[in-house]
């Protein structure tokens, strides 16, 4: 049971990190979280647990918190605001990706057992993959440039401010399938047997749409901030 408090309580540190980057440093704040997000995930993930009865990886919280991000982005400032935000993470992965797997190109200094083991060990959370790292790419993109397409979709249909829940839920729920699929699709086909592939997706996912599910009460936290800050302003 363990495991699980302490998920839990992951769950609402990330939320409300979000919530308060935003009251200190506005729409900045919301952005600055989207790299944090995909370089923390993409450490935490090598870390397996059991969760729920399941077997999991951590960084799956605070990866889909990417997505509370985008949409109240997209919520307050528009489509374009999250777009930059997305591509803003992409940017960030790609260079993390680049930098640490050029730092462990160094040699570690001869005779110092220690400078041996942290460059052992900075290998085994940085190390390339060449699959496993398209995957990633592959399915954070396509999956957060949906979101913010579907979050204006449903925008367009359901406008009002009492309809934030439906519209974070639909366009979050369906992108973060998209990322699963995409990811599991690419990092694993061919490595393991269909029923396995199906079991790490589901399991994947069913994280994933607790995060979703989760978040909407902040979506609307931060449409209130917005409002404030605006009534501020003016």
Do not use: C
């Not at 397409?149 to 359901?158: L, P, R």
């Amino acid at each position: 049971m363990q495991n699980e408090i302490l998920w839990l309580a992951m769950l609402l540190a990330n939320f409300l990190l979000i919530i308060l980057a935003y009251r200190l440093f506005g729409k900045w704040g919301l952005v600055m979280w989207i790299p944090i997000s995909v370089i923390v995930a993409n450490i935490q993930v090598i870390q397996t647990v059991e969760l729920f009865g399941l077997v999991a990886t951590l960084g799956n919280i605070v990866y889909a918190t990417s997505f509370l991000v985008t949409d109240i982005l997209s919520e307050n400032y528009g489509k374009e605001e999250a777009k930059k935000a997305v591509w803003i993470g992409f940017f960030s992965l790609i260079s993390m990706t680049f930098l640490m797997n050029l730092a462990l190109e160094f040699l570690p200094l001869e005779g110092d057992e220690f400078a041996g083991i942290t460059h052992e060990a900075t290998s085994t959370i940085f190390s390339l993959m060449p699959r496993i790292a398209v995957a990633s790419l592959a399915a954070y993109l396509l999956s957060q440039r949906h979101d913010v397409w579907a979050y204006h979709f449903w925008k367009n249909h359901f406008p009002k401010d009492h309809q934030i829940w439906l519209r974070n839920n639909l366009s979050t729920m369906v992108s973060q399938l998209i990322d699963s699929v995409v990811f599991v699709a690419i990092a694993f086909w061919g490595v393991y047997e269909l029923p396995v592939l199906i079991e790490i997706l589901l399991t994947t996912y069913f994280l994933k749409w607790i995060v979703a599910a989760a978040d909407t009460p902040f979506v609307y936290w931060g449409k209130k901030i917005y409002k404030r800050n605006r009534f501020w302003m003016e």
